[in-house]
């Protein structure tokens, strides 16, 4: 509805929708009074959150900057340009692109810029660590691709090298795609350089999970490695829900094309100026810090769990998450979740490496700490969070001993308070 004179009439818009509102303030509640231990997810600043909800929404801006189809787009060139600079700074390249709407639609982009339907992928098998946008069936990847798999050794369960580079050999991959979403360990983007390089490959790194790891040092850089790099920017770069490629800048143009027109339509300048903002927050001192914390904290955190007597897949963690292994404790990750979630503690149900489960069961959970770092919670914490996962898991059919443990969990969350005075 207008009003007279021009002016937008704001009483019949978001503040008179009570119903969506009161869901966004249940969901402020459950976010204050939970600990967020989901592997990816984060909360992002407030200056990111009220960008999000900016005018700049209403603006239609295809194409890129200096050579948009709409006129007006003068701001909207600036705000690319500010991420795009600010993307290259942060990850050292020399060539971003900042409108995937998605991590798997930059990963999409990818596919189309290099390329032809049938051609031959290499990944991470999704069931031992992968990603659905790396070949499952049902996703584009694996409709469209010959997608064949590598998988992490069954001893150590971390990733074989020499195993991946016989793979390679025989299946003579158009692509390598060296990332995943549920492994705890380094990966060595050099022995990929290596096996891409003796079989013809391009490498793609999925940086997703790593990436706000990556750029402060805390892992190896992909960026001068592999040909193209993708990220999420709502992960451990602490941002809006996103993503994003990193390549050369002899890559720009089939890139470029990939995304727009190739896979996506107008870019969401309200996300990418919020992009823009994060980026300028992971390039303070302050965010290495924070980085450094999420690996202290997920190391703390999960030899804590294996002192308990809980098997962690691959024996511990280098980043900001692990993987328990439920096998032995007569119960799966489904029923881990659900305990869990009713004392507070969220956390999701996973596939560990060579799982006999259906992936909507599993024989694991996924732990992870970007999020309680945030918070400011630190080893002292994560040992308390680990007495509340232990008790509850352990006496998961005791509700006296479930009710306290969840009061725990709640006086603990409202002591690292998340959006002190948010207004909705």
Avoid: W
Avoid at 182 to 204: H, K, N, P, Q, V
Avoid at 251 to 269: E, H, N
């Amino acid at each position: 509805m207008i009003a007279e004179k021009g002016h937008v009439n704001h009483t019949s818009g978001n503040r008179s929708d009570t119903e969506i509102r009161e869901i966004i303030e249940k969901e402020i509640a459950r976010q204050r009074n939970n600990l967020i231990l989901i592997a990816s997810e984060n909360f992002t600043s407030q200056e990111v959150i009220r960008t999000m909800g900016s005018v700049l929404t209403n603006k239609y801006a295809e194409g890129y900057p200096g050579f948009r189809y709409y006129a007006g787009c003068e701001n909207m060139d600036s705000v690319e340009d500010i991420a795009r600079n600010r993307a290259m700074e942060l990850f050292g390249s020399n060539y971003s692109n900042v409108q995937p709407h998605s991590g798997v639609n930059a990963n999409m982009a990818v596919f189309l810029a290099v390329l032809k339907c049938g051609d031959r992928v290499l990944s991470m098998s999704l069931r031992d660590g992968g990603h659905l946008s790396h070949g499952h069936k049902q996703n584009l990847s694996g409709k469209y691709f010959d997608i064949h798999t590598y998988s992490v050794n069954p001893e150590t369960e971390q990733l074989d090298y020499d195993e991946i580079k016989k793979i390679a050999r025989v299946v003579k991959p158009h692509l390598i795609i060296a990332g995943a979403s549920s492994y705890s360990r380094i990966i060595d983007y050099s022995r990929f350089r290596e096996i891409a390089d003796e079989t013809g490959a391009y490498l793609m790194a999925d940086t997703a999970h790593i990436a706000g790891l990556m750029v402060t040092g805390y892992h190896p850089n992909s960026v001068k490695v592999a040909d193209f790099t993708t990220a999420t920017t709502h992960k451990t770069i602490r941002g809006p829900r996103g993503g994003l490629i990193i390549a050369d800048k002899k890559y720009a143009g089939i890139i470029d094309r990939a995304v727009f027109p190739g896979v996506q339509g107008g870019p969401l300048m309200h996300i990418i100026a919020a992009k823009a903002v994060a980026f300028r927050e992971a390039l303070q001192d302050s965010f290495k810090d924070y980085a450094r914390r999420i690996i202290e904290n997920s190391k703390a955190l999960c030899d804590y769990m294996k002192d308990q007597g809980f098997r962690i897949v691959s024996g511990g963690t280098d980043n900001h998450l692990f993987l328990i292994d439920l096998t032995t404790k007569s119960m799966t990750g489904f029923e881990a979740v659900g305990i869990l979630t009713s004392v507070g503690i969220i956390i999701n149900k996973n596939v560990i490496p060579f799982d006999k489960l259906d992936p909507t069961i599993t024989s694991g959970i996924r732990i992870g700490t970007p999020a309680v770092t945030t918070q400011g919670m630190g080893k002292a914490e994560m040992h308390k969070i680990g007495e509340c996962i232990t008790g509850a898991l352990k006496n998961r059919d005791k509700p006296a001993i479930l009710k306290e443990i969840a009061a725990k969990v709640k006086k603990l969350a409202n002591e690292f308070p998340v959006y002190e005075n948010f207004e909705v």
